[in-house]
């Protein structure tokens, strides 16, 4: 469809993103859906196109782990030849419909969320959420990350995927975030409510299930543990409708994906489809744990900020002023005032999302490329920060700035499109 302005095109973007249909409807092993992982050793990552070595010590350390969870080698020596002679394919997971946290390391036979978006028939995928301390994303590989994966491959896979078979229709999803955000989430650093919201749906499903009690009770006890279980279906919730958004429009300057590799920053707007427009990444500023300090922060790393472009996460701060102290970002009105910014740089609001804290006013609906550039008010993102060092994983929390030069190349590359230039 022809549009007679940036305008026209941007409002059609944002209407078909605010009126998506999101739904949970499976788990199954990332080889079942992504077909480039049944092509030889493969791995996706967390970001725009990046190479082994320009890799950051936390996005290595996940390789190595997938490569020890795939059984392509026993020892860490092995791995990292394998992984530096070219022997394995990195793809970016955004190139294949899916988007992965931190270092998004994302292997054939680790279980994914499905993700479809009934309003235009596309999904969308994620890797499940391993909980906290020693964990893959964040660059940890150890006997016990392993084992873990090994478990949630073989059981908190296949239990949650036979519960939504139980299910009528799949997970709302827009039901389930819009009862969320009134609790106090913004679906980056905080999905309490979520995650709670996920445990109160899935149970009477697992409930019914033929499996062993241990097994069910593992399941049970791992989701009610796990505070930040949600963020990973809200990643491939905002990837499959801001790609639904984008590959039917196919105009204006709306921004449909925020990503990084620890290396670059990469954007994409609905205007220029599947063109990555990247500057360097910033490193997050914020909280540390104990014995730790900014001088061990890895630069900003991971697919997460897909929340972000679709108005959740730094955009939403106000939604969650329980999480601000946690991200270095001050009380009250340090939150009031970072959502009020963030709206100066979208297009609307988004109705199904109302944030009692913010007077009952929608997310922030359609980060607009022209207003980033033009008022220099750089998107903020909440964030987990790695230790720089492989294996040592989270070390802190904070906010990162999406660097503005990002916006400036994906307009005047719209603009040369359009022949404005």
Request: one cysteine or more; proline letters at 4%; hydrophobic letters at 40%.
């Given at each position: ?12 973007v ?6 998506a ?22 791995l ?7 190479k ?20 392509w ?7 990292r030849?394998?992984?530096a002679?070219?022997e394995?394919?990195f793809?970016?997971?955004h ?27 596309n ?33 908190l ?19 389930m975030?819009a ?14 409510a ?6 109160k ?9 033929d ?36 590959k ?14 620890g ?13 990555w ?9 914020g ?6 300090s ?17 108005g ?33 740089i ?10 009692p ?42 906010t ?13 590359a ?8």
């Amino acid at each position: 469809m022809k549009y007679n302005s940036i305008d026209e095109a941007n409002k059609a973007v944002i209407d078909n993103i605010s009126g998506a249909a999101p739904f949970l409807v499976d788990v199954v092993p990332a080889k079942e859906k992504i077909k480039e992982l049944n092509e030889g050793k493969v791995l996706l990552h967390a970001g725009p196109p990046i190479k082994w070595e320009e890799m950051t010590g936390p996005m290595q350390g996940s390789c190595i782990g997938a490569a020890l969870f795939e059984g392509w080698t026993n020892n860490e020596e092995d791995a990292r030849n394998m992984l530096a002679n070219g022997e394995v394919t990195f793809i970016p997971c955004h190139h294949v419909d899916a988007v992965g946290p931190m270092g998004g390391i994302t292997s054939a036979n680790m279980p994914v969320f499905v993700v479809e978006n009934r309003s235009e028939g596309n999904e969308a995928y994620c890797i499940m959420n391993e909980g906290i301390g020693k964990v893959l994303r964040f660059g940890a590989y150890s006997e016990e990350v392993i084992n873990r994966l090994k478990w949630m491959q073989n059981v908190l896979g296949p239990t949650i995927a036979s519960a939504l078979k139980l299910t009528e229709d799949g997970l709302n999803l827009n039901v389930m975030i819009a009862k969320a955000v009134t609790m106090g989430d913004e679906f980056h650093q905080r999905n309490i409510a979520a995650s709670l919201i996920f445990l109160k749906e899935i149970s009477p499903y697992i409930a019914q299930l033929d499996i062993s009690e241990k097994d069910r009770k593992d399941v049970i006890q791992f989701l009610a543990d796990t505070d930040q279980f949600f963020l990973n279906i809200a990643m491939a919730t905002g990837k499959a409708v801001l790609d639904g958004a984008r590959k039917k429009i196919e105009a204006g300057t709306v921004v449909t994906a925020m990503c990084r590799n620890g290396k670059d920053f990469g954007i994409r707007i609905s205007g220029m489809g599947d063109q990555w427009f990247t500057a360097p990444v910033n490193t997050p500023q914020g909280l540390f744990f104990t014995g730790y300090s900014q001088d061990d922060a890895n630069p900003d790393i991971g697919d997460s900020a897909i929340v972000e472009a679709y108005g959740f996460g730094g955009m939403a701060m106000i939604a969650a002023p329980g999480v601000t102290r946690f991200v270095g970002a001050g009380g009250f009105q340090d939150a009031l005032a970072t959502s009020n910014e963030m709206m100066e740089i979208c297009l609307d609001q988004n109705s199904n999302f109302t944030i009692p804290t913010w007077d009952f006013q929608g997310a922030c609906l359609g980060i607009d490329a022209r207003k980033v550039v033009e008022t220099g008010i750089e998107p903020v993102i909440n964030t987990g920060i790695a230790h720089k060092k492989p294996g040592l994983g989270q070390v802190g929390a904070g906010t990162v700035r999406a660097p503005k030069e990002c916006f400036e190349k994906a307009l005047e590359a719209y603009a040369e499109k359009l022949g404005l230039i």
